[in-house]
C-alpha cells in the first residue's frame, strides 16, 4: 500500500506537503509512509477514498483504478490567466446555500459539501453542480462547473461562458450561459450552445449575481 500512497500522490499532482496537509500529518511523517517505514492510519485512509476519490480496493490491493472515476476537466482559460499549481476548490449546493445570491453574498456562512483539488488552472472562488440542457454537448446536467466570481457587470468579457443568477418574477433562476452584446440597450444576450434552445435577451437589471466560468468536470463512471 505504501507505494501506492505515493503513485496517488503523484496522480494527485501533489507535493508531500500538500498532501500531508490534506492528511493532517507532516512531511516526515507522510515520507516514513511512502517509503514502507509506517503504515497507513484508518483515518488518512479515509481521507484518501472519500475526500480524494481513490479507489480502496486499489489502495488495499492494487488491482482496478487508482480512482472511483476518471474526470474530463475542460479549462476556459485566457491569456492573462496565473494558473495555480494547486488549488482547493470548495464544491457547493445551490439547494443548500439556497440559490447563488447567498452563497456569493456570505461564502463563510455557506459551508461546501466537498472539495476538489485542481492543479494548473486560475483562482477559483467555488464550484457547482449544474443542471439543464441548454449547454449540451459542451456541458450536461450533472456537470460541475468551477467560477470566478464577478463584483461588477462592466468586468464582462464578450463571449465568454458565465454563470448566472437572473430575477424572474422575484423567483431566482440560475443558467449557464454565453454572454453577448444585444442591440436593445440596457440588455445583454443570452446564447446557448444547444441549438434546441433560442437566444434571450435579457434586461442587465435582472442580473442578481454573476460568476465567469473557469473550468468544468465531467465524471465518468468505470464500470
Given amino acids: 500500500m505504501n507505494e501506492r500512497v505515493k503513485l496517488i500522490r503523484k496522480q494527485l499532482g501533489m507535493t508531500q506537503e500538500q498532501l500531508a496537509q490534506r492528511l493532517g500529518i507532516g512531511k516526515a511523517a507522510l515520507s516514513m509512509i511512502e517509503t514502507g517505514k509506517a503504515g497507513l492510519s484508518a483515518r488518512n485512509r479515509n481521507i484518501l477514498v472519500q475526500e480524494l476519490n481513490v479507489n480502496p480496493e486499489w489502495l488495499e490491493t492494487g488491482k482496478g483504478n487508482p ?11 485566457h491569456r492573462t490567466d496565473n494558473s495555480l499549481p494547486l488549488q482547493s476548490v470548495p464544491l457547493y449546493s445551490i439547494e ?9 453574498t456570505d461564502r463563510v456562512a455557506n459551508k461546501p459539501v ?3 483539488h485542481i492543479p494548473n488552472l486560475p483562482k477559483c472562488d467555488g464550484a457547482i453542480y449544474i443542471v439543464g440542457d441548454s449547454m449540451y454537448p459542451l456541458l450536461k446536467s450533472g456537470d ?5 466570481q ?3 457587470l462592466e468586468d464582462i468579457f464578450w463571449g ?6 437572473i430575477d424572474l418574477d422575484g423567483e431566482e433562476y440560475v443558467t449557464v450561459k454565453y454572454i453577448q452584446k444585444s442591440d436593445r440597450e440596457g440588455y445583454v444576450k443570452l446564447v446557448s450552445q444547444n441549438p434546441h434552445h433560442a437566444d434571450k435577451d435579457v434586461e442587465i437589471s ?5 460568476a465567469l466560468v473557469k473550468a468544468s468536470i465531467r465524471m465518468n463512471s468505470i464500470r
Fill in 150 to 152: 464577478l463584483n461588477d
Fill in 96 to 104: 443548500g446555500t439556497a440559490g447563488l445570491v447567498p452563497l456569493f
Fill in 144 to 148: 460541475i462547473v468551477l467560477y470566478k
Fill in 206 to 210: 435582472r442580473i442578481r449575481a454573476i
Fill in 160 to 165: 465568454d461562458m458565465y454563470l448566472l443568477s
Fill in 114 to 116: 466537498n472539495f476538489i
Fill in 67 to 77: 480512482f472511483n472515476a476518471e474526470p474530463d476537466l475542460t479549462a476556459y482559460m
